[in-house]
């Protein structure tokens, strides 16, 4: 057991689109005590004094887009900000994927109106320069936009199934350039691609190869 100090965790971010299998990744890392996981607060966005604002968000998105992302921000935010007693702390998603794949992709559609995006902006930036966040690793769980539609209509999350392919091709998009190809947005952390087109019987080993570079990372990050 690594017993760190109460030292600023070494954070990872698990990143990538609907469907990519970021909650089963993070059930792969239960087995370690010594790593805190925070899984994406969905629950929260579903029921916020009753209303089911992801359900909202995806019946009528030019009304409810913005309402949507300022919770799902603050959400984002809560966990970031969540202390930990364990040296490693998983995240899925983080305020950057809000920022740089969801407010962004709504943005180029339209569906936010510029002013909306601008306050959203403001929001993400103002944070970015008052309240440290930390982030050491981006897990990104790549995928193939095809393979993830396929199991978004098997998972079967009632407000999801009238989410079109395009939607998940313009979102991975996204993911490329933010993750990959580096274009328009900064990347706060290296990051290590993991291929999430794999099923669960394949995956475990690709798995085992991330398990690596984290414990080896977060042991380098607690020892120093
Ligand atoms: C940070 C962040 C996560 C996130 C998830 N979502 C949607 C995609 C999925 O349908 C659902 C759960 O991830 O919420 C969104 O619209 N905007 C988001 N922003």
Request: proline content about 5%.
């Amino acid at each position: 057991k690594m017993s760190a100090p109460n030292a600023k965790p070494f954070t990872v971010l698990v990143e990538g689109n609907i469907g990519s299998g970021k909650t089963t990744f993070l059930e792969h890392f239960q087995q370690f005590e010594d790593i805190t996981l925070l899984t994406e607060p969905v629950e929260e966005w579903r029921n916020l004094r009753g209303w089911n604002l992801l359900d909202l968000m995806y019946k009528d998105p030019s009304k409810w887009a913005m309402t949507f992302q300022a919770y799902v921000s603050m959400t984002m935010l809560d966990m970031h900000r969540r202390p930990t007693s364990t040296p490693v702390k998983l995240m899925e998603r983080s305020l950057y994927s809000a920022r740089y794949c969801f407010v962004e992709h709504m943005m180029r559609q339209g569906t936010l109106h510029p002013a909306q995006f601008a306050v959203l902006d403001e929001w993400f930036r103002f944070i970015q320069r008052e309240i440290p966040i930390e982030a050491d690793l981006i897990v990104y769980l790549k995928t193939t936009p095809s393979v993830v539609y396929e199991r978004i209509k098997r998972r079967a999350r009632s407000e999801e199934q009238c989410v079109p392919l395009s939607y998940i091709e313009e979102l991975h998009q996204l993911h490329e350039e933010w993750l990959v190809s580096r274009t328009f947005a900064e990347c706060p952390a290296p990051v290590l691609m993991i291929d999430a087109d794999l099923d669960l019987t394949q995956i475990t080993e690709e798995y085992k190869k991330s398990e690596h570079q984290i414990l080896r990372r977060a042991v380098n990050v607690v020892m120093q």
